[in-house]
C-alpha cells in the first residue's frame, strides 16, 4: 500500500518541483523503505529547525541511538559518489538541527548517531549505508 501512496506522491512532485527536488525525495523514500527494512524505527522525516537553517532528511532509532540520517541522490555515479555531496557546512547545518531534536525530546547527545544514506537512482536503485559518517565511534 505504502509504494502505492510513495508512486502517485512521486508522480504530483516531479509535475510541481524542479526535477533535482523530485529526485531527491524520490531517494528520500527509497532509503526510508531501506532503513525500515534493515530495524530501524523510523521516527520523522523532513525535521527542519524554525529558522530553516538546517533539516535532517531522517530520524530513526536503531537500538538505543537515534539516528540522524541525511540522505544523498543522484541519477548515475559517474561524476563520484552522492556521498561526495556532503560539505563541512552542511555537517555544521545537521549537527545543528540534531543537538535542537535531542533538545526537545530529552535525549542526551551521547545517544546521537550520524549516518549517510546514497542512492544511485540505477535499475534497480544502488543503496549505501554508511554508519557514524562523522564523529565515528561516539555512539555505537
Known amino acids: 500500500m ?27 523514500d527509497i532509503a526510508h523503505r531501506f532503513l525500515k527494512k534493515n530495524g530501524f524505527h523510523i521516527l520523522t522525516r523532513r525535521f527542519r529547525l524554525a529558522d530553516g537553517s538546517g533539516e535532517i532528511d531522517i530520524i530513526a532509532r536503531d537500538g538505543d541511538i537515534i539516528v540522524f540520517v541525511e540522505v544523498k541522490t543522484r541519477l548515475t ?3 563520484g559518489g552522492p556521498e561526495r555531496a556532503l560539505g563541512h557546512e552542511k555537517e555544521r547545518n545537521l549537527v545543528r538541527a540534531a543537538r535542537s531534536y535531542l533538545l526537545k525530546m530529552g ?3 551521547s545517544q546521537a548517531r550520524f549516518d549517510i544514506v546514497t542512492v544511485v537512482m540505477a535499475n534497480p536503485p544502488v543503496i549505501s549505508h554508511y554508519r557514524d559518517a562523522f564523529f565515528p565511534g561516539r555512539a555505537v
Open 2 to 28: 505504502w509504494l502505492i501512496f510513495d508512486i502517485l506522491r512521486q508522480f504530483r512532485e516531479r509535475r510541481i518541483m524542479a526535477s533535482t527536488q523530485a529526485t531527491g525525495r524520490k531517494g528520500e
Open 107 to 109: 535525549a542526551e547527545w
Open 77 to 79: 555515479s559517474s561524476f
